[in-house]
């Protein structure tokens, strides 16, 4: 005699898949939206960064031009007010500059407080740093 065995009938639960894209939704989209902001707040960090460092390369440049320490430090300050008002950076913080010459080098050096602006300082999504500082460093051929 052969004895056959029948399955089970399947639990309601395990057959109803009408919820399951909600679950897993709710599941993910939070998981892609923290993913999303992490991109979105590190590359305006990198992006303001990289534009503070090319306007510190380019007030560099121009105090070559300077025929002494006071000139150079002058032609460095209005390069700085030029590259920034085309800079990507939010709010109304100026820019810190710091020139001085050693040794026969002139070093160009910007800051800029990140802590005010809305979206490094209230999201979730930690940045490097809150205080930008670049540097730039360029030969005075004194003769």
Do not use: Q
């Given at each position: 005699m052969e004895k056959r065995l029948h399955p089970a009938p399947?639990?309601?639960l395990r057959r109803d898949m009408r919820g399951s894209v909600l679950v897993e939704a709710a599941v993910a989209l939070p998981l892609l939206i923290a993913l999303l902001m992490g991109i979105w707040?590190?590359?305006?960090?990198?992006m303001t960064a990289h534009s503070l460092q090319q306007a510190a390369n380019d007030a560099a440049r121009a105090a070559v031009a300077g025929l002494n320490a006071t000139e150079r430090q002058a032609l460095s300050r209005q390069s700085v007010?030029?590259?920034t008002a085309a800079l990507p950076l939010r709010g109304?913080?100026?820019?810190g500059v710091n020139s001085r010459e050693n040794g026969?080098?002139?070093?160009v050096t910007l800051d800029y407080d990140l802590s005010g602006d809305p979206l490094f300082a209230?999201?979730?999504?930690?940045?490097?740093?809150?205080?930008?500082e670049r540097s730039?460093?360029?030969r005075?051929?004194?003769r």
């Open positions: 399947p639990h309601p707040v590190y590359g305006s960090w990198f007010t030029a590259s109304n913080r100026p820019v026969g080098y002139f070093t209230t999201t979730f999504i930690p940045v490097p740093s809150r205080t930008l730039a460093v360029i005075i051929d004194e």
